[in-house]
């Protein structure tokens, strides 16, 4: 039988006895999970992976926050085929749960150690991502011009996407922060135009100068758009000859104020990505924002920057981070099997 509620009576989270009640009375968590971490990429990614948590647990007969219930869960995570670092994405915002749950009165100190002293599944070796040669970037950067040229999108349109694609493989942007990035950010420094105090993962701003090719793109985007002030990336209507979309109801219910979000911008790169034929054997994508920031690294390094330059492009706390970072590319170009030196006729 499936351990009974161990979520003491609240007011906003009342103790349930039967499945039905489970997910509404566990709700109100999400949200103090949520407003514990300050990246929008991880609010969105912790709520998806509690609301998905939440579904399974209803359904599961298991009525309470307890190592059992979440074992099992990763037991189903595993069964569904789910990857190692998807579960622990997963356990990551669990933990959080509990925690909000002990610290808010809502769940015993007992359960919550339980659930915290569940272990991350076990990575061995590490998956090596995506990254471009630079005639790939120049013909992804100019593919968007491309389609204007055939009509297939607005002019207007592929100044901004080249805009973006340029940023992002010209500075390495997360595309948290190509969506976060305002004229404000936009300054001269020792003669030559910079990214000046851009917020990124964990809160930390960092500078660092541009190349002049990215900011002539930028120049060509707000230019057309005739924008000045505010954010950089703005949204537009639909058709051959859109306006900036300004702040519209969407079809969730909500008012947008105009700028793109981080998945308008990652919807970009799968686009041009596929229009560049940088598919999977599926026809699908094969790039993701992370990989052109990868590609900004694999440039840089191959263009002669020190670590510690890139390191401060990309905004990494610890240095042997981006030599992690960096070290695919670096054994790629000659590994160990590049000195066998043996002769056979094939």
Do not use: C
Not at 93 to 118: F, P, S, T
Not at 129 to 153: M, N, S, Y
Not at 177 to 198: D, I, K
């Amino acid at each position: 039988m499936p351990p009974s509620t161990l979520i003491p009576t609240h007011p906003k989270v009342q103790t349930v006895t039967t499945t039905e009640g489970m997910r509404d009375s566990l709700t109100p968590l999400v949200e103090m999970v949520t407003n514990t971490v300050p990246s929008p990429n991880s609010k969105r990614a912790y709520r998806a992976a509690l609301v998905e948590f939440l579904a399974w647990l209803k359904d599961s007969g298991y009525t309470g926050l307890n190592a059992a219930a979440i074992n099992a869960y990763v037991e189903h995570l595993r069964q569904s085929g789910r990857s190692k670092s998807a579960i622990n994405q997963q356990l990551a915002a669990i933990r959080k749960l509990a925690e909000q749950a002990a610290v808010n009165g809502l769940l015993g100190q007992i359960e919550a150690w339980g659930i915290a002293k569940i272990k991350n599944e076990k990575q061995r070796g590490r998956v090596v991502g995506h990254w471009l040669e630079p005639a790939q970037a120049e013909h992804l950067i100019r593919e968007p011009l491309r389609l204007a040229q055939q009509e297939e999108i607005s002019h207007l349109k592929a100044l901004r996407d080249r805009a973006i694609l340029s940023v992002m493989i010209g500075a390495g942007l997360r595309r948290s922060e190509v969506a976060q990035l305002s004229f404000t950010h936009l300054q001269q420094r020792e003669g030559r135009w910079v990214f000046a105090n851009l917020v990124g993962k964990g809160e930390k701003p960092r500078t660092f100068g541009i190349p002049e090719w990215v900011k002539q793109a930028i120049d060509a985007w707000t230019g057309a758009a005739r924008l000045r002030r505010g954010r950089v990336f703005r949204a537009l209507n639909k058709g051959l000859h859109p306006r900036l979309s300004g702040a519209v109801k969407t079809k969730l219910g909500y008012i947008t104020d105009g700028n793109l979000s981080d998945q308008a911008i990652a919807n970009i790169v799968d686009f041009y990505a596929q229009q560049a034929g940088i598919v999977d054997n599926e026809g699908a994508a094969a790039l993701t924002p992370h990989d052109l920031r990868r590609t900004a690294a694999s440039l840089a390094l191959k263009g002669g920057a020190t670590i510690r330059q890139i390191q401060a492009m990309l905004g990494h706390e610890s240095i042997t981070t981006t030599e992690k970072y960096l070290e695919p590319m670096m054994s790629l170009k000659q590994g160990a099997a590049d000195f066998i030196q043996i002769e056979i006729e094939l």
